[in-house]
């Protein structure tokens, strides 16, 4: 587990500004994400640099950052909720329980979203779930170390051989953004940074 989400040391954000060909990323905070060596997640998630601004959710000790090498699984999921249509890639231990979620927000790349879905399975229409049913799901989706959330952006960067995954803090997105990454973390009480 690596003990600091955020990074702020300026040689480390200089670099992933170069990579991501922005010199204004330099003041802006970065996660490092471990990407797993010998997995298909790894060649996902170095095309997740094209979607924009999104909502990354992870599980981790409070201060820690996600760790996407323990995920044996992943699905989308497409649903539409009370407060508008939900879109989602959720990534999951060999135990069942999820470690991560990447969602869709307004001010992301649809098209980029769709190209990414044709490598991805999706899981089919729910069928009406009674009370019991949703309540044990929320239950499940709660179990374990708390969800974390930030609005990122993601660029990949390489450090000794070790592939990993660069997530840039976005400050400046739309209030309709803001406010359904809100939605979405109050939802699973979740702590969305900045």
Partial sequence: MYKLPFLRAAGQARAAAECCGDAAATALSLQAIALPADNPLGALARRWHALGPVLWLWRAPTGC???LRAVAGWNCIHRIEPDGICEA?????????????LYLLPDSDYLVWEQLLHCVPCSVPEPPRGLHQRLRDAAWSRAGHAWQGAIVRFCHGVDAGRPW?????????SATGRRRALDICG?????LAG
């Avoid at 890639?89 to 329980?97: A, K, S």
């Avoid at 995954?165 to 997105?173: G, I, K, R």
């Avoid at 939802?187 to 702590?191: C, H, K, P, Y």
């Fill in 65 to 67: 950052a996600a760790d």
């Fill in 89 to 101: 890639l959720r990534f999951y231990r060999n135990d069942g329980r999820e470690q991560a979620r």
């Fill in 165 to 173: 995954l660069l997530a840039e803090a976005v400050a400046a997105v």
């Fill in 187 to 191: 939802g699973l009480d979740a702590t």
